[in-house]
């Protein structure tokens, strides 16, 4: 899931300014999902590595 995220913001990244600015709302929700999703992950894997 998280590549899917990071992928869709990949994307984002390399339209052209002009149509990247119409989705800039679009641009920070994804970096957000990102964030939080990496911080799920590195919780997943500590928990993991505990049991």
Same mark, same amino acid.
Do not use: C, G, Q
């Given at each position: /899931?998280?590549? %899917? @995220?990071?992928? !869709? &913001?990949?994307? &984002?990244e !390399? /339209?052209? $300014?002009?149509?990247r600015?119409?989705f800039?709302?679009?641009?920070? +929700? %994804? $970096? +957000? !999902? @990102?964030?939080? &999703?990496? @911080? &799920?992950?590195?919780?997943?894997?500590? +928990?993991?590595? %505990?049991k």
């Amino acid at each position: /899931m998280l590549y %899917i @995220v990071e992928k !869709a &913001l990949n994307e &984002l990244e !390399a /339209m052209p $300014r002009d149509k990247r600015e119409n989705f800039a709302h679009l641009d920070h +929700e %994804i $970096r +957000e !999902a @990102v964030e939080k &999703l990496k @911080v &799920l992950k590195e919780k997943l894997e500590a +928990e993991n590595n %505990i049991k």
